[in-house]
């Protein structure tokens, strides 16, 4: 068995935790020091007019917990498009996968190794390691057909499950956070709705400050958590895309190995 591991990296449930604890603790750096200035509000204390950040900064306490949940989005976004991108390789797939079916028709399997050597990624590393189990039982005369097919299938399912969880990995982090701020700017909403419809109970003249305070806490916890949401269900789609893209061409390319496997002689 050749000796392999997965370049695919990402990040580990450590490495995960402490980028959501970063997130948290830039939200609230935000929350309190940039929406929060003292800049943003008049004497009294209400946002000047036309200042979106004294009036995101009125969305109350939600409004951090929708800025962690969007920057925590955003970290692991970023860390998918960098550890797909190297799952890929370097070259253009498509192509890859093309001339290794015809290196390995032509039984050319040092070009076959060297073309994956060049290419890198998960899908080279699922290739590389189908070609050199392919190489070696061609080599051996006391293997028939079908445990030659067997002893190369089963290489390139091993190398293939060791890739595919670290292509779909924290893609379930961006996916909850997607779902997690959708709920959450619900809740400021309906947390903001209250304030609003208590300033109109009041006996007399409504309370407008506090009225206009709980439209603005209504409505800008509902475009956070929107926003969020749409950037993080984008992420999770584009990401699965690709992945079940990359999934594809290492099942075209080991069935061609398989199929080499079982026509050798």
């Not at 209400?46 to 004294?54: A, D």
């Not at 399997?109 to 070696?136: H, P």
């Amino acid at each position: 068995m050749s000796n392999r591991k997965s370049t695919s990296g990402g990040f580990n449930f450590m490495s995960a935790f402490v980028a959501i604890v970063i997130a948290v603790v830039i939200a609230e750096l935000i929350y309190f020091f940039i929406l929060g200035n003292p800049a943003n509000f008049d004497a009294e204390g209400h946002p000047l007019n036309g200042n979106f950040l004294g009036t995101m900064y009125k969305g109350g306490f939600v409004v951090p917990l929708l800025l962690a949940i969007l920057i925590t989005i955003i970290i692991f976004t970023v860390e998918r498009l960098i550890t797909i991108g190297k799952a890929k390789g370097k070259g253009n797939v498509t192509a890859f996968v093309r001339n290794i079916q015809t290196l390995v028709a032509n039984k050319q399997y040092s070009e076959a190794i060297a073309a994956c050597d060049r290419q890198q990624g998960s899908l080279a590393n699922v290739v590389r390691a189908g070609v050199e189990r392919l190489e070696i039982v061609e080599a051996d005369p006391s293997m028939d057909k079908e445990t030659k097919t067997a002893a190369v299938q089963k290489e390139i399912e091993e190398a293939t499950a060791l890739e595919l969880p670290m292509l779909s990995k924290n893609l379930v982090i961006i996916t909850t956070c997607a779902t997690i701020a959708t709920l959450g700017g619900l809740i400021g909403t309906v947390m903001g709705m209250i304030r609003s419809f208590a300033a109109l109970a009041n006996a007399g003249a409504p309370d407008t400050t506090a009225l206009a305070t709980g439209i603005s806490e209504a409505l800008i916890n509902t475009l956070v958590g929107i926003l969020a949401s749409v950037i993080g269900i984008v992420a999770y789609n584009y990401f699965s895309t690709r992945v079940d893209a990359i999934t594809y061409s290492m099942d075209e390319a080991g069935y061609s190995i398989v199929q080499s496997a079982a026509t050798s002689k």
